[in-house]
């Protein structure tokens, strides 16, 4: 594709409802990021993939967030069982590698997509 | 961890004019890189321009260039004719060598007048 895509675009839910969240690199990238945007913040770091392996879970913010990658494409943010505070924009980012070689200095530098808003009701 | 800071929440500016943006960072790496991203109300974040920490010379991108300080642990933005296009929130993110992650600060909205 032409760039990183995102479903859904908007999401309302209910308190306690799990909600699931795509995301669709760029086709070749092996690197794709999960950052999350609260209102009148900047964005925070959820989670890393390298391929179709998480190294750094770190930045999930509790462990009712989830996230796989399957085919080295595709990924999926599930959140469970939803709070109010975790209304925000959940934005996806792929890059050609997670780190910057010496043949290709830009090769990790990340392309993002137009995020999810998702609403806790 | 590294600390990206942006000090001005709002900033306007006039058609054809200049506007320059601030961005302090905290790290005690020597080799890292520097990023100012675009997010329209379309939510896009859109990469405006890079920097590497090892290059003396200031990144440029038509209109858009940078002041990098690295002893300041300073990166600023300058947007030069401004175009009502421009009008959206602006971030700073960093990014250290050997690492994946980028930290960003908290954003500048931009305001171009007519």
């Known amino acids: 594709g032409a760039g990183v895509s995102q479903s859904p675009s908007n999401k309302v839910t209910e308190k306690g409802k799990d909600v699931e969240l795509r995301c669709d690199p760029i086709?070749?990238?092996?690197?794709l990021y999960w950052y999350r945007q609260s209102l009148g913040q900047g964005l925070e770091f959820l989670i890393y993939f390298q391929g179709n392996s998480a190294p750094d879970k770190s930045g999930l913010p509790s462990d009712r967030f989830s996230a796989e990658r399957t085919g080295g494409s595709v990924s999926t943010l599930t959140i469970q069982r939803t709070q109010q505070e975790d209304s925000a924009v959940y934005l996806c980012?792929?890059?050609?590698?997670?780190?910057?070689?010496?043949?290709?200095?830009?090769?990790?530098?990340?392309?993002f997509g137009p995020g999810t808003r998702l609403t806790v009701l | 961890a590294q600390t990206v800071t942006q000090s001005q929440p709002e900033m306007s500016v006039q058609e054809a004019e200049t506007v320059t943006l601030s961005c302090t960072y905290d790290t005690s790496e020597s080799d890292y890189y520097l990023f100012w991203y675009k997010q329209p109300p379309s939510r896009q974040m859109i990469l405006v321009i890079r920097?590497?920490?090892?290059?003396?010379q200031n990144a440029t991108e038509n209109r858009f260039s940078v002041n990098f300080q690295k002893a300041a642990k300073s990166f600023s933005l300058k947007i030069s004719d401004s175009q009502l296009g421009d009008a959206a929130m602006y971030f700073c993110?960093?990014?250290?060598?050997?690492?994946?992650?980028?930290?960003f600060g908290a954003g500048t909205t931009v305001t171009v007048r007519a």
């Open positions: 920097q590497e920490a090892y290059k003396q």
């Open positions: 980012a792929s890059s050609p590698s997670g780190l910057a070689g010496v043949l290709s200095t830009s090769a990790d530098t990340q392309y």
């Open positions: 993110a960093y990014r250290s060598d050997g690492d994946y992650k980028l930290s």
């Open positions: 086709s070749g990238h092996t690197a």
